[in-house]
């Protein structure tokens, strides 16, 4: 196993749900986060807790709508004037749109791809060159298991993790060369703001996956010896 000190990661959706966790499993590990998110005030309160957790790790934070590619550009750069470098980038931001063909609005539709997807691509974009000078790294793309079939009702959701998952495995078919490593994580319900507003539960959430459960697999993952790496996996709660 490798240790994640001293190592940079650049987390996206990083003020509320899976990447809130996600950073704060990596601060107790001693890695310098790079965090990106919609709401300054939930980054400016992470960033205190992250410090607390692990006075010795520098935070860097920008918010960005994912979605908008020159604000990708910017949330990048000002986050890598602080940080300098990209060993580990986690995409974790995503929005959730529920609805039937002919109800769901057009506009909807095409926000759900454009931040799942594309906001995705946009980061990627941005962030690949820096990992790509480290000589090796790390990509973690969260999708879902909504994109591995279809369901009734989440057309432009599981549409939209379903192309994630190909530009995930695409990805990771041309990075690997380059040592790094590129993961595609589908969890199941995860209990999150996203998730519980949705009622995706049926209200009790401690019997669904929790944040913390992810950023631990997450974490884990990491520690795996460089030569080794999980493509794509699945998390699903027991008994949901």
């Given at each position: 196993?490798?240790?994640?000190?001293?190592?940079?990661?650049?987390?996206?959706?990083?003020?509320?749900?899976?990447?809130?966790?996600?950073?704060?499993?990596?601060?107790?590990?001693?890695?310098?986060?790079?965090?990106?998110?919609?709401?300054?005030?939930?980054?400016?309160?992470?960033?205190?807790?992250?410090?607390?957790?692990?006075?010795?790790?520098?935070?860097?934070?920008?918010?960005?709508?994912?979605?908008?590619?020159?604000?990708v550009?910017?949330?990048?750069?000002?986050?890598?004037?602080?940080?300098?470098?990209?060993?580990?980038?986690?995409?974790?931001?995503?929005?959730?749109?529920?609805?039937?063909?002919?109800?769901?609005?057009?506009?909807?539709?095409?926000?759900?791809?454009?931040?799942?997807?594309?906001?995705?691509?946009?980061?990627?974009?941005?962030?690949?060159?820096?990992?790509?000078?480290?000589?090796?790294?790390?990509?973690?793309?969260?999708?879902?298991?909504?994109?591995?079939?279809?369901?009734?009702?989440?057309?432009?959701y599981?549409?939209?993790?379903?192309?994630?998952?190909?530009?995930?495995?695409?990805?990771?078919?041309?990075?690997?060369?380059?040592?790094?490593?590129?993961?595609?994580?589908n969890?199941?319900t995860?209990?999150?703001?996203?998730?519980?507003?949705?009622?995706?539960?049926?209200g009790?959430?401690?019997?669904?996956?929790?944040?913390?459960?992810?950023?631990?697999?997450?974490?884990?993952?990491?520690?795996?010896?460089?030569?080794?790496?999980?493509?794509?996996?699945?998390?699903?709660?027991?008994?949901?």
């Open positions: 196993m490798q240790s994640l000190q001293g190592k940079t990661a650049l987390i996206t959706g990083a003020g509320k749900g899976l990447g809130k966790a996600i950073a704060l499993s990596l601060a107790a590990e001693g890695v310098h986060l790079g965090l990106i998110a919609r709401t300054a005030s939930d980054l400016e309160t992470l960033s205190e807790q992250l410090k607390t957790i692990n006075p010795a790790i520098t935070v860097a934070y920008a918010t960005a709508d994912i979605a908008q590619y020159n604000e550009q910017s949330a990048v750069a000002t986050i890598t004037d602080t940080l300098k470098t990209i060993d580990i980038l986690i995409n974790s931001a995503g929005i959730f749109k529920m609805g039937g063909l002919l109800d769901l609005p057009v506009a909807e539709w095409e926000q759900v791809v454009q931040v799942n997807l594309m906001g995705t691509y946009y980061v990627v974009r941005e962030a690949l060159p820096h990992i790509l000078q480290q000589g090796q790294g790390d990509i973690i793309n969260i999708a879902s298991t909504a994109g591995t079939k279809g369901n009734a009702k989440l057309s432009a599981g549409s939209s993790k379903a192309a994630l998952i190909n530009f995930s495995e695409s990805m990771m078919q041309e990075l690997r060369k380059s040592n790094i490593r590129v993961t595609t994580l969890p199941s995860i209990a999150t703001d996203m998730a519980l507003n949705a009622q995706l539960t049926d009790n959430e401690e019997k669904v996956l929790q944040p913390e459960d992810l950023a631990f697999l997450v974490v884990n993952h990491l520690k795996l010896p460089q030569r080794a790496f999980v493509k794509e996996l699945g998390l699903w709660s027991t008994n949901p």
